[in-house]
């Protein structure tokens, strides 16, 4: 391990998040920081507190809450004793009813906070307002089945535990850590092995900001990183100790991770080393990193490589078709062809998926601009390259769906793209990653992540900064054939013009013509037989149409010029 500077210069230079804790304070073994989930505060999902906030911070005393009958202590019904649980922290099972109607009742009775014991193994899972979270005013949290048993036997054996829910800085003489939004992550967790496969091709920069979240000066400590490979450390960086003033921040970089070829899984882990920590659960973040046939900017399945999902999301308030989409630009991205895209789609209850439509599209972003902070940045100069309906056949209110494209897509060196699944379905969500956040990197490298569209009006992302969970599949572009003589062709001439364009169609069937602008938004659809037809966009305005050719079970697509 080699010890490097500390890059001093980006010293508060970044805003630093608080840190939301779910602690148990009174002594004993229990005694420690806990992995949690809490139901963050959003228009039409919860009213809960923000917890992000010092005051709405709340300390108190765990009691079991009793609903009675054979859902004792899931909180689907009224509390039987709500005295016992006024003025405490309310501790109750998941299970067979909403989240925030369980915390509605203890709210009900009384109940200054809620924690959930998950009924399943695994990490917390994140928690839907559904229709009761407006309703709910009162932090609510989620920990671990393991960790909830244990604080459920202490409990009915008569001990006494005490909980800390929500933003600690300060409460801690000596603490430091990172957050999510606080550290630097390579570009995309998952990378086509293509684009890193010569020496040169790919480097990853590595730092944290650190943050001293105590309330004392903290003397010494540093920012560790290590990336191992099947157990095997393949980079192992320290920077030299430091010191930090209580509420301050300082940007840690360490050396650039470069390798000759990147190619398999790895994992990436950063650690705050610093003497006397009395809350070490924010001093460490792990992330997986994954090389093969995927881009991905969330965290895909090592066995399917299918992006990992943690919630869905739509906008609050639906403006018309709703674009989510992730960025993507590399300097050898010709090496590869995308062939279909992933993504996690859901609705609520009862509804179910199957029949809905959803859209892949892919733009090329010409905005002219090198950072966010440029004034040409900007959604103006979209075009469409890309558009292709697909019908869902999966059953069920969820699923991972693979959506591939009739021809593969080749690519162009340094260009931008915005790769993007629509729907015009306001029930519809699309899956994101809450534990990654690209915060850090937006504010280094100026490069926006996942933006999303609604009814036409572009935006950075949603609030909060969650990942879109967007998988893209890949294929050596060298691979790429030329298409079977029995699917349908399409040219066009001339090619700019002034609107009116001659087709010549080699189909065996009649086909469909569906011309959209760059928005995405039809503005022609005609039917077609084999030989010549005539596709007039004159009185359109000048600029970039696609037009798509549907038929003979195959899909073609132009782009139209008009001047």
Request: proline share 6%; hydrophobic share 40%; with cysteine.
């Amino acid at each position: 391990m080699k010890a490097i500077a500390l890059f001093a210069s980006l010293l508060l230079a970044i805003p630093f998040r608080a840190q939301v804790a779910c602690d148990i304070l009174s002594a004993g073994p229990l005694q420690g920081s806990y992995a949690h989930t809490w139901a963050e505060p959003a228009a039409g999902s919860w009213d809960t507190p923000n917890m992000l906030y010092a005051a709405n911070r709340v300390i108190g005393d765990l009691v079991r809450a009793h609903s009675g009958g054979a859902d004792d202590s899931l909180a689907c019904s009224p509390l039987i004793d709500p005295t016992a649980v006024a003025g405490k922290v309310a501790l109750l099972y998941r299970g067979t009813c909403d989240y925030a109607l369980k915390a509605k009742h203890c709210q009900e009775a009384g109940a200054i906070a809620v924690v959930i014991v998950n009924n399943v193994q695994g990490p917390p899972v994140e928690m839907g307002g559904g229709p009761y979270g407006p309703q709910v005013t009162i932090p609510v949290f989620q920990i671990t089945l393991g960790d909830g048993d244990a604080w459920m036997e202490a409990i009915e054996s008569g001990a006494t535990l005490s909980v800390l829910l929500g933003n600690k800085d300060g409460y801690y003489a000596v603490d430091a850590g990172v957050r999510k939004q606080g550290v630097l992550l390579p570009n995309s967790l998952a990378l086509p092995a293509l684009l890193a496969s010569q020496p040169g091709d790919h480097a990853v920069g590595l730092g944290a900001m650190v943050h001293n979240f105590g309330s004392e000066d903290i003397a010494w400590l540093a920012l560790h990183a290590v990336i191992e490979q099947d157990g095997e450390s393949v980079y192992d960086e320290a920077t030299l100790p430091f010191a930090l003033a209580p509420g301050d921040s300082v940007l840690a970089q360490l050396p650039d991770w470069t390798q000759p070829a990147f190619s398999g899984n790895y994992q990436l882990t950063y650690n705050v080393v610093a003497l006397n920590d009395q809350h070490v659960l924010d001093n460490q973040y792990t992330v997986p990193l994954h090389y093969a046939d995927r881009y991905a900017l969330a965290p895909v399945e090592q066995g399917s490589g299918a992006p990992v999902s943690t919630v869905g999301m739509q906008p609050a308030q639906s403006a018309g078709a709703y674009e989510s989409c992730i960025h993507f630009r590399d300097a050898h991205a010709s090496r590869i062809a995308v062939t279909g895209m992933e993504r996690q789609v859901s609705v609520n209850e009862p509804l179910t998926i199957a029949g809905d439509g959803v859209i892949t599209r892919v733009y090329e972003w010409q905005d002219a601009f090198v950072t966010m902070d440029d004034p040409g940045f900007g959604f103006s100069q979209l075009s469409l390259v890309h558009d292709e309906e697909h019908v869902i056949t999966a059953s069920g209110n969820s699923a991972m769906v693979h959506l591939p494209f009739t021809e593969p897509l080749l690519l162009q060196d340094d260009a931008r793209y915005l790769f993007c699944t629509v729907t015009s379905n306001p029930t519809v969500f699309f899956g994101y990653h809450e534990h990654v956040h690209y915060g850090l990197n937006e504010t280094v490298y100026g490069q926006p992540t996942s933006p999303i569209s609604n009814g036409g009006n572009w935006f950075i992302g949603f609030t909060g900064g969650p990942v879109a969970s967007l998988g893209l599949r890949t294929a050596d572009a060298s691979s790429i054939g030329i298409e079977e003589a029995a699917s349908p062709r399409l040219s066009v001439y001339p090619n700019p013009s002034a609107g009116v364009f001659h087709l010549a169609i080699e189909s065996s069937e009649p086909v469909q013509l569906i011309a959209r602008d760059a928005l995405g938004r039809e503005v022609l659809r005609q039917r077609a037989t084999a030989g010549r037809a005539v596709v007039d966009l004159s009185g359109r305005p000048a600029g970039v149409y696609m037009l798509s050719m549907q038929g003979s079970g195959a899909t073609r697509s132009l782009r139209l010029v008009v001047e």
